[in-house]
């Protein structure tokens, strides 16, 4: 298996798999540490994005947190084909939006889903506005 892998570091050029500019150092959305770059890794013909971090008083080492692929869960979004979804790793900071945006219409235009649904979507919904 060969593996390619495409470090991207903090240079001011624009990374659109995170939806930042890279030079803004955001923070880990898993370990919640600064990021110091990001690389890119191709297994196969999916790509894969990892957040580096910098190891403290150990020059030269460096952690690595999975942020997930670059276009989305193949399996798991399989089993929310019903519900529309494209289900996205970390490295989609907008994602919950997306998520939520589509199960909203999709319970405002399903006549089946009246009641329970409808009621839980409408207390998520008030409890936004307050």
Known sequence: MRVFVRVTFLSGVP???LG?????????PRC????SWYETRKIGNR???YAAHYQKG???KRDLCYLGPTDGYVLVTATHRREGLVLKGLNDPDRV????GILLKRVLSDERLKGEAR????MLLKDLSQ
């Not at 009621?119 to 409408?122: L, S």
């Open 15 to 17: 990374i659109s798999l």
């Open 119 to 122: 009621r839980r979507f409408g």
């Open 32 to 35: 919640g540490r600064p990021i």
């Open 97 to 100: 939006l997306e998520y939520f």
């Open 20 to 28: 930042r500019s890279m030079g803004e150092k955001g923070m880990c």
């Open 47 to 49: 790509e894969y994005v």
């Open 58 to 60: 150990k020059r030269g």
